[in-house]
């Protein structure tokens, strides 16, 4: 199965630029390595459920198995991260069990949508329905963005379609939503009532749909953008990160301290968007042979590497060096060894042996959760230290 022209997961965007979801048809989707490997850590979730919940067969978990352990992608922190996250949510179904006895689990949970968003559809990782409230969990595996559950549109769709699916067997009052992110050390979960849902769905949902299914609406520039294909051509993407470019300065010949805060405030986007531009030029070249007016494709920067460093040893050796002169030993970093010796491992025979340096100051908005840098406090630390 496809995706949706109006995607759950994309439903963020089109819901605040309704005219994208149509715009984005016409450039192919870019999703790259990370894509691939959050695919192979849901079809692992998906494997161990089913396996676990008598939901496949013997045969069938070990075929699954066999496809997962041969994929590019598979390492033991992606086997620990699914098997992490399976054991979440038969937790969360064992609860609801407590509650109602015929609670039913639903794994990779195929939602109509169509009620809401012309031609919507979506799938949900994990669907548990009860008397009284229904449970959404999604396994998010990336790890660039903390993704929160708070009002977020596409949990908000898919408890849609599981009421659509489940809500005249089971008396459902309220909707549970939970987004699993391993990586981010993420478990984020909203709730609302089922009343408050529908109404969002009826006054926001589906007349905002309707336009986007058709291409109309207005665009909208905001952090929706992210993820969205166009954004490095959309004219209103660059009119918008243009304006810092023509900032509307006062006649000083300086910069004032609001003015600062305002440019810090725009820099994150606008790097970004300059990014997204810079990429999509470079790919169009590359791959399309597209000249961009006073630009040419040239051989960047290289390094010198060796073809076989096997082979460049043993010339070595031949010719007299010994392997202390041709070698170093490094110790493998934190990372690779909790990999190499396991996380429980590592900390009782290392942990007093790891120590963690006070980081760079760093400017962030005010609504990031890091408590404020001391900078008078920090001085006198590392004048004690010293």
């Keep these: 199965m496809g995706h949706a022209i109006l995607s759950p997961s994309g439903a963020s965007r089109w819901l605040n630029c309704p005219p994208s979801a149509r715009l984005e048809q016409t450039f192919p989707d870019s999703s790259g390595e990370a894509a691939k490997e959050g695919t192979l850590a849901h079809f692992l979730g998906e494997t161990i459920l089913k396996k676990v919940l008598g939901l496949s067969s013997k045969l069938e978990a070990e075929g699954n198995m066999l496809i997962v352990k041969k994929d590019q992608y598979y390492n033991s922190e992606l086997h620990d991260n699914a098997s992490n996250y399976a054991a979440f949510v038969i937790e969360a179904f064992n609860t609801a069990k407590e509650i109602t006895k015929d609670a039913v689990i639903q794994i990779e949970a195929q ?3 169509t009620d809401y968003v012309p031609e919507g559809f979506g799938t949900g990782d994990a669907v548990i329905i009860a008397d009284g409230t229904m449970d959404i969990i999604d396994l998010k595996y990336g790890k660039g963005v903390n993704v929160s559950c ?19 067997m089971y008396d459902i009052q309220n909707v549970r939503m939970t987004i699993y992110q391993p990586r981010m050390d993420n478990i984020s979960t909203f709730e609302m009532s089922v009343k408050d849902l529908q109404e969002w769905a009826e006054m926001v949902l589906k007349p905002t749909a309707k336009l986007a299914f058709e291409g109309k609406g207005e665009f909208k520039v905001g952090d929706h953008c992210r993820f969205c294909r166009a954004k490095a051509v959309c004219k209103a993407n660059a009119n918008e990160n243009l304006e810092l470019a023509k900032y509307d300065f006062a006649e000083s010949v300086l910069l004032t301290d609001s003015e600062v805060a305002d440019i810090l405030n725009r820099a994150s986007a606008f790097k970004a968007w300059l990014t997204s531009v810079e990429e999509m030029a470079l790919t169009e070249a590359v791959e399309k042979g597209k000249n961009w007016p006073g630009y040419k494709l040239v051989e960047g920067k290289s390094n010198r590497v ?23 030993k490094k110790i493998l970093g934190i ?23 006070q980081g760079k100051p760093t400017l962030v908005p005010e609504s990031d959760k890091r408590s404020a840098w001391n900078s008078a406090e920090s001085a006198k630390n590392d004048f004690q230290t010293v």
């Excluded at 009002?151 to 809500?167: I, P, S, T, V, W």
């Excluded at 060796?306 to 070698?327: C, H, P, Q, R």
């Design 335 to 357: 990372t690779a060894m909790e990999k190499a010796i396991t996380k429980k491992t590592f900390e009782t025979v290392l942990g007093d042996l790891v120590i963690k340096p």
């Design 150 to 168: 708070e009002n977020n549109k596409q949990m908000m769709l898919y408890a849609l379609g599981g009421l659509r699916e489940f809500d005249y």
């Design 111 to 113: 939602l109509n949508l």
């Design 306 to 328: 060796y073809s076989d460093e096997e082979k460049v040893a043993n010339a070595l050796i031949e010719k007299g060096f010994s392997e202390t002169d041709i070698y170093t």
